[in-house]
Antibody
Framework: EVHLVESGGGLVQPGRSLTLSCAAS????????MHWVRQAPGKGLEWVSG????????DYAESVKGRFTISRDTAKNSLYLQMNNLRVEDTALYYC????????????WGQGTLVTVSS | QSALTQPASVSGSPGQSITIGCSGT?????????VSWYQHHPGKAPKLLIF???QRPSGVSGRFSGSKSGSTASLTISGLQAEDEADYYC??????????FGTGTRVTVL
């Protein structure tokens, strides 16, 4: 069974950094592209970033480009999101999601980890 | 990066059918058949309901169906049940390897 478990969220001041992790199990992690999606309080889902199976391509939403970096560690079956220069508007529940092979939809999601940016 | 447009809320009585629209452009919904739909109970992991406009993953009830006309995709829930009360989001691939979600629709079962 596919499991995605996010961690690393917390309360952080504006301008500071935080790194989120997503531990994957139940499937061959190396085969799949992985993504981060967030939901701000009272708002809808927003795609944040994605990385291909071999880290050959990394993409970002305009709202986080230049501040966030996505990466993965195949040895640890883990996905990461390094978030720098955090802003109040980055406050959200961050989900990791698996992109189905040779497709453009997210077939499995984690439960999310909450990031709160506040002074 | 503008979101796809969905109605904020839709409601129906048990047993009825409801349809949720998802309006985009020819850069996303209208440009290909990579439209998906997700059910989201707040605080839980979103669940895939429909992919590639009309396809239903195994395990998803046949009461959920998808369609598309031009740049507008639709999700229909037939035989509405109390457990269907949730938020629903459409999503689409957009050019430059980006993805975009809809604004979300809260479904209420009366």
């Amino acid at each position: 069974e596919v499991h995605l478990v996010e961690s690393g969220g917390g309360l952080v001041q504006p301008g500071r950094s935080l790194t989120l992790s997503c531990a994957a199990s139940g499937f061959t992690f190396d085969d799949y592209a992985m993504h981060w999606v967030r939901q701000a309080p009272g708002k809808g889902l927003e795609w944040v970033s994605g990385i291909t199976w071999n880290s050959g391509s990394r993409d970002y939403a305009e709202s986080v480009k230049g501040r966030f970096t996505i990466s993965r560690d195949t040895a640890k079956n883990s996905l990461y999101l390094q978030m720098n220069n955090l802003r109040v508007e980055d406050t959200a529940l961050y989900y990791c999601a698996r992109l189905q092979l040779l497709a453009d939809y997210f077939d499995h999601w984690g439960q999310g980890t909450l990031v709160t940016v506040s002074s | 990066q503008s979101a796809l447009t969905q109605p904020a809320s839709v409601s129906g009585s048990p047993g009825q059918s409801i349809t949720i629209g998802c309006s985009g452009t020819d850069r996303d919904v209208g440009g290909h058949d990579f439209v998906s739909w997700y059910q989201h109970h707040p605080g839980k992991a979103p669940k895939l309901l429909i992919f590639d406009v009309t396809q239903r993953p195994s395990g998803v009830s046949g009461r959920f169906s998808g369609s598309k006309s031009g740049s507008t995709a639709s999700l229909t829930i037939s035989g509405l049940q109390a457990e269907d009360e949730a938020d629903y989001y459409c999503a689409s691939y957009r050019s430059s390897a980006n993805y975009v979600f809809g604004t979300g629709t809260r479904v209420t079962v009366l």
